[in-house]
């Protein structure tokens, strides 16, 4: 099981447009359609199996909402970090 960040770890590696909120990390992607965000949720998808982590993914017309935080740790860990970091990389 991975250990979860402190408060500081997280507040020095939460990438740039990423907020805390509890437990959790927080970012809204904003697209120009719905297609375009179906677009990025699949690929999104991909990667949080590859990694074998879950978000909670929530889309809208022009939004995804992604959220991460490691359950079986109780709060944010490296896993969070590092997959919100490859989401922003597929999204640039």
């Known amino acids: 099981m ?3 960040l402190t408060d ?5 590696q939460l990438p740039d447009e ?6 959790e990390i ?3 992607y904003e697209f120009d ?3 375009d965000g179906l677009g ?7 990667l949080a199996e590859d990694a074998w982590h879950h978000p909670e993914m929530t889309i809208t017309w022009g939004e ?3 959220r991460l935080t490691t359950h079986d740790a109780g709060g944010i860990t ?3 970090i590092d997959l919100a970091q490859r989401l922003d990389d597929i999204y640039e």
Not at 8 to 12: G, N, S
Not at 40 to 46: C, R, T, V
């Open 78 to 80: 490296e896993k969070d």
């Open 2 to 4: 991975a250990d979860t």
């Open 64 to 66: 995804v909402e992604v």
């Open 18 to 23: 990423w907020n805390r909120e509890g437990d």
């Open 26 to 28: 927080v970012r809204v």
């Open 40 to 46: 990025f949720l699949s690929g999104a998808g991909g």
């Open 8 to 12: 500081d770890e997280i507040a020095t």
């Open 33 to 35: 359609s719905y297609l």
